[in-house]
Structures are given as structure tokens and as C-alpha cells.
T-cell receptor, first 114, second 115 residues
């Protein structure tokens, strides 16, 4: 079974801090994704990566960056945290689109910025 | 722009009632469609998926969905809900060129089943 592990379930940080959210998958998936989930807005794509060191912006990349140095690990970085980045962050991984495979999600990190 | 719309934001049903959650998408190309469920305190799980073939798709836990291309819809159904179906449900469309397979999600529908 696919396992997507996010390093923290809950995280509290202060405004202006640099915040790192880590995600690891154990299925050798090529694609990895970061979403944020907010009530009434569903999930919105922040960044995704289709290969090591490759990244593309999603729908709401402002204020975020990502790093993928190894295939199994995809990090989301909040360069200077702000209160409007308080949210639930979900990581997902998948095979390439043509393989007809769904995305698999981690448990999420609930991040609070004070 | 591509989008997914879920008509019902909050649904309250009694046990044994039938369920239908609406989902419409706007995307002109070939789509892959999904319903995910998030039980309280748990991660997002795949309920069912449509890639091609029979437009009536059966998923886990007695759920099914029908892809109607002419209506750009992918509604989720269950004949008789249980209290354990209380959760948030998300419809999603996979788009994107190449192999990336980005998902666009609807706003989500919170289902509350009363025992």
C-alpha cells in the first residue's frame, strides 16, 4: 500500500519565520504535489514536481517555494510565514498521468501562523 | 479556466436515505474524474475513479458515480447511507499536459448522517 508521510500533523509558527514542511513517499512515484485545504475552497494546488529537481507552479504559488533533491522527498517552504498561510497542507504523490493511477495523500499538516 | 463545482456544500441525511452529490466540471479536453472522501481526522482516500470505458463507475463502500459527458457531470450516488458515511467528499478532475496529472478539486461537500 502507498504510504505518503508528512513530518508533522500540527505545527505552530510565528509571522516572518521560514517554515519547512516535509513529505516522503515510499512508492517510487514520479509526481509529487503540495495542496492547501481551506473550508469552502476545497484543495488548491501550490506546487508540483514531476521529477527530481523539477518543479512547476500550481494555482497559488505566491509566498511558497519547494525543493525536490531526492525522488522520495518533496519539501514545501514558506519563505516568510504570514497569518494568511494558516491552513491544512496536504502532500500527494502519483505515477505519471498516462498510467491511469490516482494521487495518494498524506495525513496533512495543520499549520498555524501566529 | 478549468474548474470543478460541487453544488451542495452541506448535506444532512438520515440513515438509509439515498444520496446524490452533484459535480460539474468545465474542461474541454479528455478528463479523468475522481471522488475522494475525507473521514474526520483521516487522510483523503479515493472512493472511485473514471478513466475510460463504462461511464457508470463503482467504488468502495457501495458508492457509484456516473460520468455524463454531455452534461460535464460526475455525480456521486449511494442508495442507502450509513452513519459511518459522515465525512467530507471532494470531486476532482485530472488535467494537465504531459505526465503531470494535476488535480482540480471542487469545494467539497460535508455529509452528515444522523443515526
Amino acid at each position: 500500500d502507498v504510504k505518503v508521510t508528512q513530518s508533522s500533523r500540527y505545527l505552530v509558527k510565528r509571522t516572518g519565520e521560514k517554515v519547512f514542511l516535509e513529505c516522503v513517499q515510499d512508492m517510487d512515484h514520479e509526481n509529487m504535489f503540495w495542496y492547501r485545504q481551506d473550508p469552502g475552497l476545497g484543495l488548491r494546488l501550490i506546487y508540483f514536481s514531476y521529477d527530481v529537481k523539477m518543479k512547476e507552479k500550481g494555482d497559488i504559488p505566491e509566498g511558497y517555494s519547494v525543493s525536490r533533491e531526492k525522488k522520495e522527498r518533496f519539501s514545501l517552504i514558506l519563505e516568510s510565514a504570514s497569518t494568511n498561510q494558516t491552513s491544512m497542507y496536504l502532500c500527494a504523490s502519483s505515477r505519471p498521468k498516462g498510467r491511469n493511477q490516482p494521487q495518494h495523500f498524506g495525513d496533512g499538516t495543520r499549520l498555524s501562523i501566529l | 479556466a478549468q474548474s470543478v463545482s460541487q453544488h451542495n456544500h452541506h448535506v444532512i441525511l438520515s440513515e438509509a436515505a439515498s444520496l446524490e452529490l452533484g459535480c460539474n466540471y468545465s474542461y474541454g479536453g479528455t478528463v479523468n474524474l475522481f471522488w475522494y472522501v475525507q473521514y474526520p481526522g483521516q487522510h483523503l482516500q479515493l472512493l472511485l475513479k473514471y478513466f475510460s470505458g463504462d461511464p457508470l463507475v463503482k467504488g468502495i463502500k457501495g458508492f457509484e458515480a456516473e460520468f455524463i459527458k454531455s452534461k460535464f457531470s460526475f455525480n456521486l450516488r449511494k442508495p442507502s447511507v450509513q452513519w459511518s458515511d459522515t465525512a467530507e467528499y471532494f470531486c476532482a478532475v485530472m488535467t494537465g499536459s504531459g505526465n503531470t496529472g494535476k488535480l482540480i478539486f471542487g469545494q467539497g461537500t460535508t455529509l452528515q448522517v444522523k443515526p
